[in-house]
């Protein structure tokens, strides 16, 4: 795929056919205002920086290969890499901040933002927000533009720091409800989980498939596996890979029971290389060593 990479503020604005940024690591842009006449359908580009955008979209937008309708207020978050491809067509209104990493690696607080899961959603995941979740957002960005647009003195940077983190700390919350609130969806994506999960350990042994990963059930649940992991602990307290865990050590437990295989044969059935791995794991989650747990004291 050809693309075009940004790698700056400046050269996002130069892109967008913008007016010249005020602050090199951190923008906001009024995303009606973007001049998207010189670019063609199907033009794609890479962004190498953290974007969170309110986008109300006439048309489609492409996020990978598959396109999105964005027709009502969405929320996108995106994490450097990414590749988009918006229809040079479409008229696009909303709001959008661009933060570089630079920005963010400053410090231990800027760090910890990096780890919100959504930025690692796919599009087909974006927050659907009211009007009034909007301008409580909006009220946020408003305090970051006065700061980015003043001049800079020794407290900008934990101004602007402190505000992004209340607005993604909204931003959880308002991913949690849309979590709850779409309970049908949740409950079909949870309950299609624990049927392909069940139905990859019920096989007679893992030596040729191997230990799925994370990512072996989101792409068969059409899910990120960010997505699938935050939605499984809203509703089941676990995590994906908790699940998966608990599901092997199930197995391992029934063989241990029901048969004479060594500890290095189970775990080789089990899809692990390494029998020290598979020991390492079991004791972890049970507390005993699995010698132990097939002769107990």
């Not at 596996?225 to 998966?244: F, V």
């Not at 775990?267 to 132990?292: I, M, Q």
Request: with cysteine.
């Amino acid at each position: 795929m050809q693309y075009t990479d940004i790698k700056s503020i400046s050269a996002l604005h130069e892109f967008f056919h913008y007016e010249k940024p005020v602050h090199p690591l951190i923008t906001i842009v009024d995303l009606a205002k973007v001049d998207r006449s010189h670019r063609t359908n199907g033009a794609s580009y890479r962004l190498d920086m953290y974007s969170i955008a309110c986008k109300r979209i006439e048309g489609q937008m492409k996020y990978g290969r598959t396109s999105y309708d964005f027709s009502e207020g969405t929320l996108m978050f995106t994490a450097p890499d990414q590749v988009l491809t918006p229809d040079a067509e479409n008229k696009v209104t909303g709001w959008g901040i661009y933060i570089h990493p630079d920005f963010l690696n400053a410090s231990t607080r800027g760090r910890k933002l990096t780890e919100y899961s959504f930025f690692g959603y796919d599009a087909n995941e974006a927050l659907h927000i009211s009007d009034a979740e909007n301008k409580t957002l909006e009220d946020c960005l408003k305090n970051i533009q006065q700061e980015i647009s003043t001049n800079l003195d020794n407290h900008s940077y934990n101004l602007i720091l402190t505000n992004l983190e209340l607005m993604l700390s909204y931003c959880a919350r308002f991913y949690d409800r849309q979590f709850l609130t779409r309970v049908k969806v949740s409950n079909d994506i949870v309950e299609r989980f624990e049927r392909l999960l069940s139905d990859y350990f019920a096989q007679d042994s893992l030596i040729e498939t191997g230990l799925p990963d994370v990512s072996y059930f989101a792409s068969r649940l059409n899910v990120s596996a960010n997505y699938l992991s935050d939605l499984l602990t809203k509703y089941t307290g676990k995590p994906t890979l908790e699940h998966i865990h608990l599901k092997l050590i199930d197995k391992a437990k029934s063989l241990l029971w029901s048969t004479d295989k060594s500890i290095r044969e189970i775990a080789y059935e089990l899809g692990f290389e390494h029998a020290s791995h598979f020991t390492k794991l079991f004791k972890n989650k049970t507390g005993v060593a699995p010698k132990l747990f097939r002769t107990p004291q």
